[in-house]
């Protein structure tokens, strides 16, 4: 870090603490050759994420369609908008430790059935079934009868 008095690239830091309701860390740092003070904020590095859909198109991630579709699958379910909230913070939490530019449409769904089982069978079950696109009834029932073991 080059101190921004003298431009000298060594330093200490003098004090450390959470900011920003901890998105950043804020550090007191002196220099070691002009011995001045001055601050710097660390923040966490937010990948802008890429999804590739089934017929190849590519598209940034969008929250509010995850939201949407989690909504869709709770309809009328004992399922809180602050606990849809919470899964898709999961979700995402899991695609930003990938550490990856882009991740395929397939990927998150399968996030969200996981998430979905665990939280509500119904919705699980009625997100599956959109985004399987069960043919028949037989697909249908197979997946209920994976539910039920």
């Keep these: 870090m080059k101190c921004p008095f003298c431009g000298h690239e060594e330093d200490r830091v003098v004090d450390s603490r959470s900011a920003q309701d901890g998105r950043a860390v804020r550090r007191r740092r002196e220099c070691l050759k002009c011995k001045d003070r001055f601050t710097t904020y660390e923040y966490i ?11 190849h198109r590519r598209e940034p991630f969008d929250r509010r369609k995850l939201i949407n579709g989690i909504k869709l699958a709770c309809n009328k379910r004992p399922v809180s908008m602050k606990k849809i909230e919470s899964l898709v913070d999961g979700i995402e ?11 395929t449409s397939s990927y998150i769904g399968e996030l969200v059935m996981e998430a979905l089982k665990e939280t509500d069978e119904i919705a699980y079950v009625r997100f599956a079934s959109v985004y399987r696109k069960f043919q028949d009834k037989a697909e249908f029932m197979e997946e209920l009868k994976k539910l039920l073991e």
Excluded: A, H, W
Aim: charged share 30%; hydrophobic share 25%.
């Design 93 to 103: 939490s899991r695609l930003q430790e990938l550490s990856k530019s882009e991740v």
């Design 45 to 55: 590095e937010n990948v802008t994420l890429t999804v590739t859909k089934s017929d």
